[in-house]
């Protein structure tokens, strides 16, 4: 049983943002349609790595989702895109401001026809404000919201985030939002229409630089893996490579010092009796410590903190990750059955709940593969659907 | 009107986490009592910086709560708590797996007296798998994801990414799963568990780079501010700075050429006429486009591409991120008034709604702010209530 059960989610994304949240969607029970644009579909098609042909990010990114191509760009088009959103709860796309009341399928036009619709739009910059009409990947939300000025190596260049950080950002923002205009909508019989940014979806997490900044001025910069806040609570060297050290709390910085590197003096150390003072340290300490615990391999470390209760582990490569005994024990890693790729590795769904569980039902879909069976639903003959063909419609 | 209004949220959670879950449910409607453990409450209220005494992360990570202090260690603090549950739809706690089952707070317990009741319980790695009785902080999740592994700057060592991304990962996936949870109960009649780990919960944002792991064996390594898969698309050192440019496909690559750098013959260069090749040649691609930019200012250059149409920016410290136009435009940060620290600034919210929208309705509470406000709801009189105080229950 998904929560979203009987819920129909129209889908005009494309790229990462727009499609996280939809594949979410579709996790809780949503059916989700994705329409995608004539004639070549979401430009992630085009993005390797392929297998025979399919671009794994599209399929990693629009799992659960049944595809329908759609030529938006001709009034036929349009008029078949109405029809379908009368049948619909959800709309939900990521193009600029402004292209959606081009094609006349914007927020007011769609609300005529399907008066409790909830619309969500995600941009890079939002709807409002002087940078709206912008176009906005990740990076440039990286680089507005602070969160690339704050990562890297201490007094080195900004770094990006290893992942796309704002579109997953906007994508789950969307999400929740989604969600509770779901629930309001249950209660009260309206919809509504949502703008999420990426730029303000992703500079929303940045609760304790937030606390920093108000409270103290403190202006976050790259910090290697230290943490700016608690020491030790960093990577630190080991014979065979990193391993962390999550002291994050006096009572820890002690278990670790008596039990983990056998040095009780250090607790007593005026340098380190205090959080305060190990973070006014912390050059030396992170020498003292790695003179220590370079003496041996990282599992040697992760073992012994693992013993004395002191939180540590080690910095996995990704292919690491995926390999590793818990991701595997929690379901992280799925099988699916695609139709042209044929069985393919995608990643679990995180939160395991007892009775409504996000489930992965189906692979992402071929580009148009549900378009006729749609089109059916909508009680189109066969003769319309292979005329609409022939006009380069769908 | 929010969402959730008349919810009740029993929030037993601590740190960044679960405090950011149960603060979404507040901005959503939801009555979010915070539960803390007596004498001293939330770890993070001692964590600066603080403001006339009240921690600043604190009060950041706590917005639209109320705050009850309880002794979970005596007999009576429980079946107070037992009396509160009977009050409550939803419960949120982020102990170490075990912690809940030894104070008689877990969910079995507890669904026994409000069988709908919906418990999410939120930690490093999960109820199950062998590391689920280890003790693991946002920095540990970082590591064993893979995602620590693959930020920094090329070559070097792995760098955290700046904000603690799984433990708001961990948070948002626990307010998505719940409202999941919740439409459920509103449709079902039932309640249910929820698990959610921190690990699980970023590693499930890591869509790209598994399409390139599971497609092509790829593993992502810190790769400074460029992106793996296209290519300009990184931060480029200018007069005074970088910007970024965001090149992100062929069109854009042709424009950028054409009308922001004025070189049309890199279009045709053939280490460069497609992104294949320009991610091949990214080396000889930055250096040429570095020689180029940095005879003109980061702000020259960000209004060129904005004139161009194709998507740049700049990187900007965290100060002068909060003093962004754009920011301050969409509601970014807003002030609130503290009942000890005065009237202090807060982030906004993400997701602009027209009919449930979030919203900021009450500043963090002071430890045990509203315990007695509580108290007198379950119908407990002065002198009982006195009483409690002088045992050290509240």
């Known amino acids: 049983m998904g929560s979203l059960d009987g819920v129909r989610v129209i889908d005009l994304t494309h790229a990462l943002a727009g499609p996280y949240c939809t594949m979410l969607l579709g ?16 430009m992630i098609r085009d993005q390797g790595p392929y297998i025979n042909g399919e671009s794994y ?8 989702k049944k595809g329908v191509r759609l030529n938006l760009k001709t009034e036929k088009g349009v008029e078949l895109f109405y029809k379908l959103i009368e049948t619909a709860d959800v709309v939900v796309e990521n193009f600029r401001p402004g292209v959606t009341k081009k094609l006349g399928i914007d927020y007011e036009t769609l609300k005529a026809k399907k008066p409790d619709l909830i619309y ?29 000025s704050m990562t890297g190596e201490k007094g080195g260049a900004p770094a990006k985030v290893g992942i796309a950080i704002h579109d997953i950002a906007g994508g789950v923002t969307a999400m929740y939002n989604i969600l509770s205009a779901y629930i309001h909508r249950l209660k009260k019989g309206e919809g509504q229409y949502i703008d999420v ?3 303000d979806s992703g500079l929303a997490w940045t609760v304790w630089e937030a606390a920093g900044y108000f409270g103290a001025g403190e202006v976050p910069r790259p910090n290697g893996s230290r943490h700016r806040v608690n020491a030790p609570y960093q990577g630190i060297k080991t014979k065979d490579g990193y391993v962390l050290v999550g002291a994050a709390n006096q009572r820890l910085w002690e278990k670790f010092c008596q ?14 009796n205090t959080n305060d003072n190990r973070i006014k340290h912390v050059d030396e300490l992170e020498q003292i410590l790695e003179d220590i615990l370079v003496t041996q391999p990282t599992d040697y470390w992760v073992e012994e903190m693992g013993k004395a209760g002191v939180p540590g582990g080690p910095i996995l490569s990704y292919d690491e990750t995926l390999a590793n005994e818990h991701i595997l024990a929690r379901g992280m890693i799925q099988e699916i059955e695609h139709p042209t790729a044929g069985m393919i590795k995608v990643l679990g769904i995180p939160g395991k709940a007892t009775e409504s569980p996000g489930q992965l039902t189906r692979p992402a879909p071929t580009l148009g593969q549900h378009t006729e069976e749609i089109l059916q639903e909508l009680e189109l003959s066969a003769e319309e659907i292979a005329s609409l063909k022939e006009e380069e419609i769908i």
Not at 133 to 148: E, H, N, V
Not at 259 to 265: D, L
């Open 259 to 272: 039990s983990v590197i056998h040095r009780p003096e250090l607790i007593e150390d005026p340098r380190f």
């Open 57 to 64: 990010g599209f399929m990693m990114a629009n799992l659960n």
């Open 27 to 42: 996790q809780m029970g949503a059916e989700v349609i994705k329409v995608e644009k004539y004639p070549d579909g979401d």
């Open 197 to 199: 940014s990426l730029v």
């Open 120 to 148: 969500c739009s995600i941009t890079g910059y939002g709807q409002t404000g002087p940078y709206s009409q912008k176009g906005g990947f990740d990076i440039m939300a990286q680089g507005l919201s602070g969160i690339m």
